[in-house]
């Protein structure tokens, strides 16, 4: 599967962007999708994810509640809406997929990155 990533660019804090993870090859309900960000001088983080088919849905701790991973089937494609942004939430975003259901697992193919600028 490819996966292309957008959606990404300045945004004030406060503010609600919706990051999309377009695939091809496969259809993404076959994987496991995950979102992740890297900020500037940091390791790379789990963000989210939802489990192959779409059966349950994965958030970390510092972004439950304000962040929702989706998916629309028609379009193959996998969402990451993101609401009340903070500074902290700078980062480049990458959406990965990996075949098994395990979510914190290692992802087997990755996306190129998006990059969200958040200003205070």
């Known amino acids: 599967v490819q996966l292309q990533a957008s959606g990404g660019g300045l945004v004030q804090a406060g503010g609600s962007p919706r990051l999309s993870c377009a695939a091809s090859?496969?259809?993404?309900?076959?994987?496991?999708m995950g979102w992740f960000r890297q900020a500037p001088g940091k390791e790379r983080e789990f963000v989210a994810a939802?489990?192959?088919?779409?059966?349950?849905?994965y958030y970390a701790g510092s972004v439950k509640g304000r962040f929702t991973i989706s998916g629309d089937n028609a379009k193959n494609t996998v969402y990451l809406q993101m609401n009340s942004l903070k500074p902290e939430d700078t980062a480049v975003y990458y959406c990965?997929?990996?075949?098994?259901?395990?979510?914190?697992?290692?992802?087997?193919?990755w996306g190129q990155g998006t990059l969200v600028t958040v200003s205070s």
């Open positions: 990965a997929a990996r075949d098994g259901m395990l979510v914190r697992a290692e992802y087997d193919y």
């Open positions: 090859g496969r259809t993404f309900t076959s994987y496991t």
């Open positions: 939802v489990t192959r088919g779409g059966g349950s849905t």
